[in-house]
Every structure is written in C-alpha cells, then in structure tokens.
C-alpha cells in the first residue's frame, strides 16, 4: 500500500509540472566576432591556397580568386585613405579590375606584375597593395584558362603565397 501511495504521489508532483519551461537566457548574449576585412582577406587567400593545393576544380577556383579580387578592392580603398600618395596608382588598377581576369596571361604579367601601364609611385606600399589584387586575378585568369598545362595548378600556388607575403606588408602598413 505504501508503495501505491508514493507512485500515486509521484504522478501527482509530476503531472503538476509545467512543460513549457524554457531555459532562461543569459543577459549578455554573446555575439559571433565579425572578420576585419583584412582578416577576411587572408582568411580567403588561405582558404584559396589551400583549395589550388587540392587542386580543386577550375570554376570553384575562379570563383575563390574573384572573390578574393574583390576584397582587395575595399582594402585597397582603404590604403589610399591612409596613403593618399598612392591613390593614382591603385584607381588605374582598380579601373580595370574586372577586365584583368580575361588578359592573356603575358599581358598581366608585363602590363600589371611588372606595372608596365601603371603610373609611377613613391612609396613601396602602392606596390605591395597592388599585388592584393593583382596575383588573385591572376589565378582567375589561369582558371579561366581551366588549369589544363600541367605546371597551371603550381603557377596558381606560387601566386597565392606570394599575395601572402605581400599581404603581411598591407596589414603592417594598415594597423600602425
């Protein structure tokens, strides 16, 4: 009987409980860490370096460089606030940003890499803000292309970690 008992008590206790209980929230919700966009620019130049490592396919690369090109727009915006004295050179490049991916590859590479049509500067920081831009549409280039040369996959890497380095004299130069 008093085993009766305490299982009906226990029912009773039970079926008194709200189900609708919800966990209360903690007061400071914490918010996601927004990505600066320099740190969103090496994060995608990793990611792209890692991706050509894999050799992923053409259209998923072209897609990873141009967006990578367009990141190093708003970077390079930003450098000419604080380098004013680059601002012709960067507006000429990012004047025909979108027309670079479609250049034969000698043409980015004696016309933008080696500033053949670029005005001239003064300051070396123009230089390294230029390559953001210039070695991902590079590797959109080379995609466009569909990695079909079999030193294509190498080519694209060697530009990538070399927009790597350039990148570290970018951020530098930015967070002073």
């Not at 670029?118 to 590797?139: N, R, S």
Request: some cysteine.
């Amino acid at each position: 009987m008093l085993k009766q008992l305490v299982v009906a008590s226990s029912l009773i206790i039970v079926s008194g409980c709200d189900d609708n209980v919800k966990p209360k929230q903690s007061k400071a919700a914490v918010q996601p860490y927004q990505l600066t966009t320099l740190e969103h620019y090496q994060h995608q130049a990793n990611n792209l370096l890692r991706s050509i490592r894999v050799q992923k396919d053409a259209a998923n690369l072209e897609t990873q460089s141009a967006d990578l090109v367009a990141l190093s727009q708003t970077i390079l915006n930003d450098l000419i606030v604080d380098y004013p004295q680059c601002a012709e050179y960067i507006n000429a490049l990012i004047a025909v940003a979108d027309l670079l991916p479609s250049l034969p590859l000698e043409e980015i590479e004696s016309v933008y890499h080696s500033d053949g049509k670029l005005p001239k500067f003064d300051d070396p920081i123009c230089y390294h803000g230029k390559d953001l831009l210039v070695h991902p549409a590079t590797v959109q280039a080379v995609a466009r292309l569909g990695f079909v040369d079999p030193q294509a996959y190498e080519y694209a890497e060697l530009e990538i970690i070399e927009v790597i380095a350039h990148f570290d004299q970018v951020e530098q130069a930015l967070n002073k």
